[in-house]
């Protein structure tokens, strides 16, 4: 899918709201040409991109520099055994599925638009056949990198607590991993835990800003398009300011007794449900509404190279087909949704914001 919306992106020339115009008359009634001039939105790029070495490469020399002390810390091996250990029986349980497929969404921030934003810079020959592949391979490194060096932390905290790994993950994974069972090992840290807790929280820092880059990139270029009269920096300075006050608001909740709760609730529905149902109608539209011969075409036209029976099966078939079984037999199973390893269950009024969330976003792609 990684490889689809580069190539739908670098196509188009247009960002993830404009490119389904630009795409096919049958998914909004016109037909693809190509712009003359994208200046404006290339400097913006640039400057983004200026700034993505620093936001990609500082996280690798933290997460090295962690990997080495988590791997001289007593019990490391035991948490780094458990991140690999493998229950074949779990391939049953549909939250497994729905978990792995929206952490590919998130890792390779597919379904967001950045991807399609980003490849709509490409120079129209660009190779996003080499792009794909080395961004993807990266990703798996980097996520088996992430993973053997926090389990590894993990690990030492089981040691000194005399219990087994799976019980140090006390907030039950997901963002509580990252704020509250892995701060915790961090501070039982017999050497400069204050060192290892500042560099750890301004990866996490520097992570979310190239987060935020990307994410603002997408809307900025949303509203280029559909306003090409509007110079950048207008647009710009105006999504800066509307994400600094929804920023606030965001805030405000999470320093709350109930912020961890909420936050869940919203990552739930806002950050990977949604997503989720995105990427089912985005990869539909473009594989049986426009069309898999006619995709295949357009990029073999693009790129100059005949597309393989493996893709047009990938895309297809595979994929489209997968995600949609997956989120049946997810919604199928579907379980109120709890919090923690308490299992702690959200009111009825509560799960009801989270759904609201979920439906407001679905209904603003449909119409």
């Given at each position: 899918?990684?490889?689809?919306?580069?190539?739908?992106?670098?196509?188009?020339?247009?960002?993830?709201?404009?490119?389904?115009?630009?795409?096919?008359?049958?998914?909004?009634?016109?037909?693809?040409?190509?712009?003359?001039?994208?200046?404006?939105?290339?400097?913006?790029?640039?400057?983004?991109?200026?700034?993505?070495?620093?936001?990609?490469?500082?996280?690798?020399?933290?997460?090295?520099?962690?990997?080495?002390?988590?791997?001289?810390?007593?019990?490391?091996?035991?948490?780094?055994?458990?991140?690999?250990?493998?229950?074949?029986?779990?391939?049953?349980?549909?939250?497994?599925?729905?978990?792995?497929?929206?952490?590919?969404?998130?890792?390779?921030?597919?379904?967001?638009?950045?991807?399609?934003?980003?490849?709509?810079?490409?120079?129209?020959?660009?190779?996003?056949?080499?792009?794909?592949?080395?961004?993807?391979?990266?990703?798996?490194?980097?996520?088996?990198?992430?993973?053997v060096t926090i389990?590894?932390?993990?690990?030492?905290?089981?040691?000194?607590?005399?219990?087994?790994?799976?019980?140090?993950?006390?907030?039950?994974?997901?963002?509580?991993?990252?704020?509250?069972?892995?701060?915790?090992?961090i501070s039982k840290?017999?050497?400069?835990?204050?060192?290892?807790?500042?560099?750890?929280?301004?990866?996490?820092?520097?992570?979310?800003?190239?987060?935020?880059?990307?994410?603002?990139?997408?809307?900025?270029?949303?509203?280029?398009?559909?306003?090409?009269?509007?110079?950048?920096?207008?647009?710009?300075?105006?999504?800066?300011?509307?994400?600094?006050?929804?920023?606030?608001?965001?805030?405000?909740?999470?320093?709350?007794?109930?912020?961890?709760?909420?936050?869940?609730?919203?990552?739930?529905?806002?950050?990977?449900?949604?997503?989720?149902?995105?990427?089912?109608?985005?990869?539909?539209?473009?594989?049986?509404?426009?069309?898999i011969d006619n995709?295949?075409?357009?990029?073999?036209?693009?790129?100059?190279?005949?597309?393989?029976?493996?893709?047009?099966?990938?895309?297809?078939?595979?994929?489209?087909?997968?995600?949609?079984?997956?989120?049946?037999?997810?919604?199928?199973?579907?379980?109120?949704?709890?919090?923690?390893?308490?299992?702690?269950?959200?009111?009825?009024?509560?799960?009801?914001?989270?759904?609201?969330?979920?439906?407001?976003?679905?209904?603003?792609?449909?119409?």
């Open positions: 899918m990684y490889y689809m919306e580069m190539a739908l992106g670098q196509f188009s020339s247009r960002g993830n709201v404009k490119m389904y115009e630009k795409l096919s008359p049958v998914l909004k009634g016109e037909v693809l040409k190509e712009i003359d001039d994208i200046s404006d939105g290339i400097e913006g790029v640039k400057s983004s991109g200026k700034a993505s070495y620093f936001l990609a490469l500082f996280p690798y020399v933290i997460m090295i520099a962690l990997l080495i002390r988590a791997s001289t810390l007593e019990g490391a091996g035991d948490g780094m055994y458990y991140f690999i250990e493998t229950d074949w029986n779990r391939l049953t349980d549909a939250d497994v599925w729905y978990a792995a497929v929206t952490q590919c969404f998130f890792s390779l921030n597919v379904g967001f638009g950045s991807i399609i934003m980003f490849s709509s810079y490409n120079g129209f020959s660009h190779n996003i056949n080499r792009d794909a592949l080395v961004v993807t391979t990266l990703d798996t490194f980097t996520s088996l990198l992430s993973g389990f590894g932390i993990l690990g030492n905290l089981a040691h000194e607590m005399g219990v087994d790994p799976s019980e140090v993950l006390s907030a039950g994974g997901g963002t509580g991993l990252a704020f509250i069972s892995y701060p915790d090992a840290f017999s050497f400069a835990p204050w060192l290892f807790a500042i560099l750890f929280f301004f990866m996490l820092f520097v992570l979310g800003v190239g987060s935020l880059v990307a994410l603002q990139s997408t809307l900025n270029t949303a509203f280029s398009d559909a306003f090409p009269n509007v110079k950048h920096w207008v647009i710009s300075t105006c999504t800066a300011i509307a994400c600094f006050f929804g920023g606030i608001n965001v805030r405000d909740t999470a320093i709350l007794s109930g912020g961890q709760y909420m936050l869940d609730l919203v990552d739930h529905f806002g950050g990977t449900f949604i997503i989720f149902v995105f990427a089912i109608l985005e990869v539909t539209a473009v594989t049986w509404l426009y069309g995709f295949c075409l357009d990029l073999e036209f693009m790129t100059q190279k005949k597309v393989g029976i493996y893709w047009r099966i990938c895309w297809g078939i595979l994929m489209p087909v997968l995600l949609i079984v997956i989120f049946i037999y997810f919604i199928a199973t579907l379980q109120p949704l709890t919090y923690g390893v308490d299992n702690l269950y959200y009111p009825d009024g509560i799960a009801a914001i989270g759904w609201c969330i979920l439906g407001a976003g679905v209904l603003q792609m449909l119409y």
